[in-house]
């Protein structure tokens, strides 16, 4: 058996993430990585990429950051999980709170979904409503029912609990204050990312908090993305507005497993233990929520950020990128068929058919071709380790994979793809 057929006999799926999975790549992807360093990954087998995956954009610095890997190592040797709260948890949560102005108090957890639906448990536990509004075109909050019920994939799920979670629309105010109007005093929390593709428009941010509390409901903004990308601080500062509740996630510490609740103290407190009397809501409890070695590699990881300007180099490259890959496609006269978009420091690409429309098969054959010249870009997350060199080989690569793409346009995609196009996630047919 080949690693494909291997994995996929013991791990449902094939992955621990479903964007992992063969359905997301062309077949010409390599099916597993023995290691990475710094923007490159290498198979068992030698072969070296070029990556722009990035561990699902968890990785920020680059892969095997040496002074990373040295901090969560110190904290390994100290005995990595402890009986009660270690001096490191301590610490890494003081940090978070003094970093960020809107939080007052923190929940560690492993993973983005535990504290995003810890985040709709206080909403739910703080105003006594039920129901959520998340935002629809942010892709994944949680693999968690309140979240997914609401998606095609709703087999094993109670259709009561999808039930539970509507939709309004990003940029479009409008879609929200209907929702607040039909369902009224019913809504307990409105969750949403400050940013993906696009940029919030006349204040929109503030327009959707000003919503929330005019009807009592929580203001919940989910950085796992944003955070650490957009502002050392979070994309809620560089866009000014302060959430009732947020999440952290990918690139607090480098690729170790950290996630954060976090919020204002009239919040998060109805998940402590010290005001005697009120009833309790049992919030998260997790045995390696703490774990030391992801906690000390969060602190490192800021300390990197503020010593070696991170951000401003995300920012700075991304620009560089969008700008090369969108002139290759203008010299060649499918700016209309390609494109790179959306904010700097995190961009996007978009692949269309000769009619104009998204494609997938397109998006698969270029894939395809930029992996056939040691790229790996199934999206675009960018990292500090992303530099001048592998922007020049980014780009030429783009060049010849771009060749390729005219000639699918004018003579079928089918001629130039090997293997199925890549699928959606969440479908509901496999």
């Known amino acids: ?108 957890a492993k993973n983005g979904s535990n504290v995003t639906t810890a985040a709709v448990k206080i909403a739910r536990a703080y105003t006594g409503k039920k129901y959520i509004v998340r935002c629809y075109e942010h892709p994944f909050f949680s693999f968690d029912d309140w979240f997914i019920g609401d998606t095609p994939l709703k087999r094993g799920i109670p259709e009561e609990f999808g039930n539970l979670t509507l939709n309004f629309h990003y940029n479009d105010i409008d879609s929200l204050a209907v929702l607040f109007d039909k369902y009224f005093n019913q809504i307990a929390g409105v969750i949403l990312e400050p940013a993906t593709s696009d940029h919030p428009v006349d204040g929109f941010l503030n327009k959707v908090q000003e919503l929330c509390h005019k009807n009592g409901s929580l203001f919940i903004l989910d950085e796992m993305i944003t955070g650490f990308r957009w502002h050392m601080q979070g994309a809620q500062v560089y866009y000014n507005v302060e959430p009732d509740l947020c999440t952290f996630g990918k690139g607090m510490a480098n690729g170790f497993s950290v996630c954060a609740l976090a919020g204002k103290r009239e919040f ?114 960018l990292s500090y380790a992303h530099g001048n060199s592998e922007l020049e080989f980014t780009l030429n690569a783009v060049k010849i994979a771009l060749a390729i793409y005219v000639k699918a346009l004018d003579e079928g995609v089918e001629k130039y793809l090997v293997g199925p196009a890549i699928k959606p996630v969440f479908r509901t047919i496999n």
């Open 1 to 108: 058996m080949n690693y494909s057929d291997r994995l996929n006999n013991v791990i449902p799926g094939g992955a621990h993430t479903y964007s992992r999975g063969d359905d997301q790549y062309p077949v010409n992807a390599p099916q597993l990585f023995e290691r990475g360093e710094g923007s490159y990954l290498y198979t068992p087998e030698g072969e070296k990429f070029l990556d722009y995956g990035m561990a699902l954009r968890a990785v920020t610095l680059g892969y095997g950051q040496k002074e990373i890997a040295d901090a969560a190592i110190k904290e390994i040797y100290k005995g990595n999980n402890l009986t009660r709260p270690s001096l490191i948890e301590l610490q890494a949560a003081e940090l978070l709170v003094n970093l960020i102005p809107s939080v007052d108090m923190v929940k560690f």
């Open 268 to 381: 998060m407190k109805i998940g402590g233990i010290k005001e005697e009397g009120t009833e309790r809501v049992f919030l998260t409890s997790t045995t390696h929520g703490a774990e030391m070695c992801g906690l000390g590699a969060f602190v490192r990881t800021v300390e990197f950020y503020k010593s070696n300007n991170v951000v401003e180099h995300l920012w700075s490259y991304g620009e560089k990128l969008v700008t090369g890959m969108n002139n290759v496609a203008k010299e060649i006269g499918i700016q209309d068929n390609f494109m790179a978009n959306g904010i700097s420091c995190s961009p996007n690409y978009i692949t269309k058919d000769s009619s104009g429309k998204a494609s997938l098969a397109f998006r698969t054959l270029f894939s395809q071709e930029l992996i056939k010249n040691g790229v790996l870009m199934p999206w675009i997350a």
